[in-house]
Antibody, heavy 120, light 110 residues
Framework: EVQLVESGGGLVQPGRSLRLSCAASGFTFDDYAMHWVRQAPGKGLEWVSGISWSSGSIGYADSVKGRFTISRDNAKNSLYLQMNSLRAEDTALYYC?????????????WGQGTLVAVSS | QSALTQPASVSGSPGQSITISCTGTSSDVGSYNLVSWYRQHPGKAPKLMIYEGSKRPSGVSNRFSGSKSGNTASLTISGLQAEDEADYYCFSYVGSSTWVFGGGTKLTVL
């Protein structure tokens, strides 16, 4: 059974940094691309970033480009999102999501999310 | 990376069929056969319902179907049931390892 467990969320002041983690299990992690998707309170889904199995292909939404960095450690079956220069509009539930192939693939499984609140 | 356009809400009675549209551009929906649809119940994580425009994952009811014409993808739900009431999102590849969601559609079963 695919399991994705996010952690690292919390309350942070504007301008500060936060690092999210996602622990994956139930599948061969290094075979699949991964994504981060967020959902602001009461709003729709927003794709944030994606990374291929090898980390060779990475993409970001314009809203986070230059501030967020996605990475993965295949030896630890883990996905990360380093978030710098956080803004109030980054407040959201952040989902870790698995792709259905190694690169440039859609999402087939989701975690339960970790909540990030940016406020002074 | 503009969000794909979906109607904010649709509704239907039990047993009826509804269709949700997802309009993009020739740079996203129109260029790739990589449109997927997700259902999200309140307080829950999204669930994949349709992928590559018209394929159903194992376990998803055949009441759900997808199609694409030009820059617009569509999700049709036939034989509406109370459990179908949820938010629905389309998702498309945009190129250069980037993706975009639709704004979401709230389905109400009357």
């Amino acid at each position: 059974e695919v399991q994705l467990v996010e952690s690292g969320g919390g309350l942070v002041q504007p301008g500060r940094s936060l690092r999210l983690s996602c622990a994956a299990s139930g599948f061969t992690f290094d075979d699949y691309a991964m994504h981060w998707v967020r959902q602001a309170p009461g709003k729709g889904l927003e794709w944030v970033s994606g990374i291929s199995w090898s980390s060779g292909s990475i993409g970001y939404a314009d809203s986070v480009k230059g501030r967020f960095t996605i990475s993965r450690d295949n030896a630890k079956n883990s996905l990360y999102l380093q978030m710098n220069s956080l803004r109030a509009e980054d407040t959201a539930l952040y989902y870790c999501a698995k792709s259905d192939c190694g690169a440039d693939c859609l999402i087939d499984y989701w975690g339960q999310g970790t909540l990030v609140a940016v406020s002074s | 990376q503009s969000a794909l356009t979906q109607p904010a809400s649709v509704s239907g009675s039990p047993g009826q069929s509804i269709t949700i549209s997802c309009t993009g551009t020739s740079s996203d929906v129109g260029s790739y056969n990589l449109v997927s649809w997700y259902r999200q119940h309140p307080g829950k994580a999204p669930k994949l319902m349709i992928y590559e425009g018209s394929k159903r994952p194992s376990g998803v009811s055949n009441r759900f179907s997808g199609s694409k014409s030009g820059n617009t993808a569509s999700l049709t739900i036939s034989g509406l049931q109370a459990e179908d009431e949820a938010d629905y999102y389309c998702f498309s590849y945009v190129g250069s390892s980037t993706w975009v969601f639709g704004g979401g559609t709230k389905l109400t079963v009357l």
